[in-house]
Nanobody, 128 residues
Framework: QVQLVESGGGLAQPGGSLRLSCAAS????????IAWFRQAPGKEREGVSCISFSGSTVYADSVKGRFLISRDNAKNTVYLQMNSLKPEDTAVYYC??????????????????????WGQGTQVTVSS
């Protein structure tokens, strides 16, 4: 069974850090581009970052310079290191796989129709 499982969410103070993990089971991640999305209360889900199978990365402007996406294919896991957290980073964070029919691109990478497998999400709350 194909599954993505996010973990690592929780409560952090403004300025703090968290590292999210996206672990795959039932398939190997190494040939997929993987993206992180987030959805804040009352807002639409938005793209945060994406990493290609070869390690190229792209970030939303709102997180550029603060977040770092990486992958460890040996562990079948993609990570999102979140630093200098702000209250506006509060959201449920999801990881997703780019459909095989699309190639990784920095253009329109956050279009959600391009992604097929999604995890259940992990809650991140940034508050003092």
């Amino acid at each position: 069974q194909v599954q993505l499982v996010e973990s690592g969410g929780g409560l952090a103070q403004p300025g703090g850090s968290l590292r999210l993990s996206c672990a795959a089971s039932g398939f190997t991640l190494d040939s997929y581009a993987i993206a992180w999305f987030r959805q804040a209360p009352g807002k639409e889900r938005e793209g945060v970052s994406c990493i290609s199978f070869s390690g190229s990365t792209v970030y939303a402007d709102s997180v550029k310079g603060r977040f770092l996406i990486s992958r460890d294919n040996a562990k079948n896991t993609v990570y999102l290191q979140m630093n200098s957290l702000k209250p506006e980073d509060t959201a449920v964070y999801y990881c997703a796989t780019l459909r095989r029919s699309y190639s990784y691109s920095t253009v329109n990478w956050a279009a959600q129709y391009k992604y097929d497998y999604w995890g259940q999400g992990t809650q991140v709350t940034v508050s003092s």
